[in-house]
């Protein structure tokens, strides 16, 4: 036995060491000489060139031209690292972490070593990092402690496009940041060709435009609309596979939900192909996906078969998937949007922009003439959609924003140089919320309050329960509640063929109806107390990679509390305590219910309802406080917890007076 195995030990190092060697060089080389191919690649002496003789710089290239990948390494190249480290922005955390990834492989160099990335709560660099890839909401946290970006000698605020709330913060402060600190390169990138904007925001900054490849894309239409447009893109995947020539396939879905039952579909109609067809490799992309999992899309396949990548917004200009010929393009996308009138924010699948379809369309024709099929009508383009998609900034809640820039010490909103500034009535909403959370004083100043919440990279809402979870002598269980929540709707596992136990499982952490945020705090102490056991999430039905992300989450919290002087403190069996820091967080997402099992939203009424998933659906508590409201079928409250009424007066004076609360 012994001998046999040793042996086979052996045998197992020696096939694997002498090839991967010499694989390991030549998959350098090929990178190398990838990186010679791009578009940018002719243009790199004459963009350095005009990024030496101009501080600021707009940078125009089709996605793929290799702006992102590229320009980082050439400025470190020419010598700008030694000043200072290069910063390149993302409006996206997925795209932040494949491209550093892909530019630690291109410099072969460790992930984390010269080259990392920083998103909100995993930060994967080093003293050594000088290509720093983050995301533009990080940037932001980094200039209230580093109000001149010292540290950095160029800034690239990549994906301007995009329009990300960040971005056009970020736009703002650097157009400031550049007159004082002539040092300071500041590089932005943009994949649309109508850069006049971003020109005229800086001064008339010069533009730069890096000619791109582009290959001829045949658009086809639907005669008629679709009904199901899930359905009709699955049954056009396959027309394509089954009958167009060789070229891999991206679909633009909505979301997570969306792209997994997509991918079981598929999977499951090509098992029912009686004959042999070529293999069809189902890849997906979207910004929950595990970091592992994420890498799947730029993998080779396997000749003679054929790629299918599912994936949401973030394939349309934040990542460029290589070998992609066919497009499929049903014209949707999840958008924020926001009503500042009733304070109301819902994530909300909508048509996408003519830019974004071209975009789209564009995908397919990087490496050889393509073709993009758009699952609607020529005449619903032509009718239904617009022109540009709304910058960020204007549909979207504005509280943490408002929060970070009055802790910048900006004291006029109305006056920040916005490119396209927000409504003055959202605007307003956000100061009224921050006063009413006791984040501001009367004449708009950050209180210590609002300081210690500023210090929090959460929303400012969730950052005050935690504050408040001081007074109240339960940060313990509080910031557990607030890690939880941060990692998503991922807790749970629910397969489809073992919902009854899944279910079962889920609802034992309900036990005496507490509601969901003590559910959830519930099932992280359970787990706390098996010591953080794999096998304890398996027989529970929670994913154990998502307790794994809430630990990490709730170990930074509590560093976060000793910074900002609240003690560690528990009270396990207080539920009255914590639910009251909740409220003193969510006060302004009440709801009291109304008949038939609907509720009515306190202020600025509106029907909505609990979510199926929560642990009070069918309990119909008469007063709660709510996460957040979606949308699907019906306007639904998400993560619930019961309150009593006079605690909104208590808690929130000036929000509610006692004529709110009263039963009617
Ligand atoms: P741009 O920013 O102009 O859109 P990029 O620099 O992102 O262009 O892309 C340049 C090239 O790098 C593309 O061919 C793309 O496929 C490749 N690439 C980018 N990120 C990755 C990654 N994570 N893995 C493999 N290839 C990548
Ligand atoms: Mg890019």
Not at 414 to 422: E, G, H, I, S, V
Request: charged share 25%; glycine share 6%; with cysteine.
């Amino acid at each position: 036995e012994f001998i046999k195995e040793s042996m086979l030990k052996v045998d197992d190092e020696m096939s694997i060491e002498s090839p991967e060697i010499s694989k390991a060089k030549s998959e350098l080389e090929t990178l190398h000489e990838d990186r010679r191919t791009l578009p940018i690649y002719a243009h790199r002496d004459s963009l350095l060139k005009a990024i030496e003789e101009h501080q600021v710089l707009v940078i125009v290239g089709e996605t793929g031209s290799g702006k992102t990948t590229q320009i980082p390494q050439y400025l470190h190249e020419a010598g700008y690292t030694k000043r200072g480290k290069v910063a390149c922005t993302q409006p996206r955390r997925v795209a932040a972490m494949s491209v550093a990834a892909r530019v630690s492989q291109e410099m072969d160099v460790k992930l984390g070593h010269e080259v990392g990335y920083s998103i909100r709560f995993e930060d994967c660099t080093s003293e050594k990092t000088v290509l720093k890839y983050m995301t533009d909401g990080k940037l932001l946290r980094e200039l209230l402690g580093e109000p001149d970006l010292a540290s950095y000698s160029v800034i690239m605020v990549d994906e301007a496009h995009e329009r990300a709330v960040s971005t056009d913060v970020l736009f703002g402060l650097l157009k400031d940041i550049a007159r004082f600190r002539k040092d300071i390169k500041i590089l932005i990138s943009s994949a649309t060709p109508d850069a006049s904007k971003f020109s005229d925001f800086f001064d008339c900054a010069p533009i730069y435009r890096i000619p791109g490849r582009r290959y001829p894309v045949e658009i086809q239409y639907t005669k008629a609309p679709v009904a199901d447009y899930l359905d009709a893109a699955i049954v056009t995947v396959l027309q394509v596979h089954l009958t167009q020539s060789p070229g891999d396939i991206l679909v633009f879905l909505t979301g997570q939900e969306e792209i997994e039952s997509a991918e079981e579909i598929l999977k499951h109609k090509i098992n029912g192909f009686v004959s042999e067809i070529p293999e069809l490799v189902i890849c997906k992309i979207f910004s929950n996906l595990p970091t592992e999992l994420q890498a799947k899309i730029f993998q080779p396949i396997p000749i003679g078969s054929r790629k299918v990548v599912l994936a949401t917004n973030i394939a349309e200009a934040s990542l460029t998937i290589d070998g992609i010929n066919y497009v499929i393009d049903p014209g949707l996308c999840k958008m924020e949007s926001y009503n500042p009138r009733t304070g109301m924010e819902s994530l909300q699948v909508t048509s996408i922009s003519k830019a974004s379809a071209a975009q789209r369309a564009g995908r397919s024709g990087r490496t050889g003439p393509g073709k993009c099929f758009r699952l609607y009508t020529a005449d619903s383009y032509k009718t239904k959609l617009d022109d540009n998609t709304p910058p960020g900034i204007q549909r979207t809640n504005l509280t943490s924003v408002v929060l970070s820039l009055k802790s910048l010490g900006i004291q006029n909103l109305l006056n920040f140089d916005f490119m396209d500034p927000p409504s003055n009535e959202s605007l307003l909403k956000a100061l009224e919320l921050l006063f009413a959370l006791g984040a501001l004083n009367k004449v708009g100043e950050v209180t210590k309050v609002g300081r210690q919440m500023a210090e929090f990279p959460l929303d400012p809402m969730l950052s005050k329960m935690i504050v408040a979870s001081d007074k109240y002598r339960c940060s313990d269980e509080v910031i557990s509640i607030a890690a939880m929540l941060s990692v998503g709707n991922s807790i749970f596992y629910h397969p489809k063929d073992e919902q009854v136990h899944a279910d079962h499982a889920r609802m034992s952490f309900h036990t005496g109806n507490v509601g969901d945020h003590i559910a959830l705090m519930n099932v992280y102490n359970s787990w706390r107390e098996t010591n953080y056991s794999t096998q304890w999430c398996y027989e529970n039905y929670v994913q154990v990679r998502s307790m794994r992300s809430a630990r990490d989450i709730r170990d930074q919290l509590e560093g976060l509390l000793e910074r900002v002087e609240i003690e560690l403190t528990g009270c396990p069996n207080d539920l009255q305590a914590i639910k009251k820091a909740i409220t003193s967080g969510f006060f302004s997402h009440s709801a009291r219910l109304q008949n038939y099992g609907s509720y009515r939203t306190v202020k600025h009424p509106r029907i909505v309802h609990i979510h199926p998933s929560s642990g009070l659906a069918d309990n119909f508590p008469r007063w709660v406080v709510y996460q957040e409201v979606v949308l699907t079928t019906k306007e639904y409250m998400r993560n619930v917890t019961e309150l009593k009424p006079e605690w909104l007066v208590e808690i929130a004076p000036h929000y509610y007076q006692m004529k709110d609360v009263e039963d009617a």
